[in-house]
């Protein structure tokens, strides 16, 4: 048993399936046989971590991101740009508040989308925008996103082959 555990541990670690680490799972082993020439330590770890990450793929697992709140004042006429561009990075504009020449928006945004932004959000405002960032929680992928981070995954690990 602790050698099976130890497998399923190492391979929930490693991530079974973008490399990034499994948590909240609750693995219940039933059965097992040994055999006095091939059970070994390493044998039972392989099986545990094969056993997993089969598992694993068979339940139909998501994938979650982090997601964090934004404000991002803006001048008033840069505005729709600024919209625009938090849309497409999958933001989603929770409200605005004007103040004097300036607007502030608040939005929902992925993490993953906001790398770089502090280059757009300077270009799309002529360097007069600001931001801040404050962590959310963690929402779903996207189903699209999701397979598009699988099968890069997969193609990486290929590659590794």
């Given amino acids: 048993m602790p050698a099976i555990l130890k497998g399923i541990m190492e391979k929930m670690e490693q991530g079974p399936l973008t490399g990034s680490y499994a948590r ?14 091939d059970s070994n330590e390493t044998a039972f770890k392989i099986a545990g971590r094969t056993a997993f990450r089969e598992a694993f793929k068979l339940a139909n697992p998501k994938i ?5 709140d934004v404000a991002v004042t803006v001048p008033t006429e840069s505005q729709g ?35 770089r ?18 962590f959310s929680g963690y929402e ?5 996103v999701q397979q598009a981070l699988l ?3 997969e193609e990486a ?5």
């Avoid at 979650?64 to 964090?68: N, S």
């Avoid at 561009?85 to 992925?110: F, H, N, S």
């Fill in 24 to 37: 909240d799972i609750v693995v219940n082993i039933y059965d097992g046989k040994m055999h006095p020439v």
């Fill in 64 to 68: 979650k991101e982090p997601i964090y």
């Fill in 140 to 144: 779903l992928v996207p189903t699209d």
């Fill in 81 to 115: 740009g600024v919209m625009t561009d938090l849309q497409g990075r999958r933001a989603i504009v929770m409200g605005m508040d004007a103040e004097g020449k300036y607007t502030t928006l608040r939005a929902k945004a992925p993490l993953a989308e906001m790398n």
């Fill in 117 to 134: 932004y502090c280059t757009a959000l300077s270009s799309l405002t002529s360097g007069r925008g600001t931001f801040t960032m404050t």
């Fill in 151 to 153: 099968k890069a995954y």
């Fill in 157 to 161: 690990a290929n590659e590794e082959e």
